[in-house]
Nanobody, 125 residues
């Protein structure tokens, strides 16, 4: 499985961005897909995840109500719509995929088997 993240950029506080993550390879095995982020000098944090079937979603506390995750299974792509962006949202955003055996650890890095290269989001004040 290969993951290609895109959509990052520079935006002013209060603005919006939409990230995409396209999966290729053995995509039929992918269940949950997630987004994590890592700011300079900080640990990688959970942002959001979505299951393949029934599209069950989870969000980190800091993005709840501002970010929306969705996926297009036919196109093997997951999206992260980010609204009301804040300077503290500045980070490299990584997408990730969970394949068998499915871990169930949707908010932890160890719960995912494949990672994209990351896309930088910078929010200016």
């Amino acid at each position: 499985v290969q993951l290609q993240a895109s959509g990052g950029g520079l935006v002013q506080a209060g603005g919006s961005l939409r990230l995409s993550c396209a999966a290729s390879g053995r995509t039929v095995s992918i269940d949950r897909m997630g987004w994590f982020r890592q700011a300079p000098g900080k640990e990688r944090d959970f942002v959001s995840s979505i299951s393949r079937f029934r599209s069950i979603t989870y969000y980190g506390d800091s993005v709840q109500g501002r970010f929306t995750i969705s996926r297009d299974n036919a196109k093997n792509t997951v999206f992260l719509e980010m609204n009301s962006l804040k300077p503290e949202d500045t980070a490299v955003y990584y997408c990730a995929a969970d394949t068998p055996p499915y871990s169930g650890y949707y908010s932890q890095s160890v719960g995912y088997d494949y990672w994209g290269q990351g896309t930088l989001v910078t929010v200016s004040s």
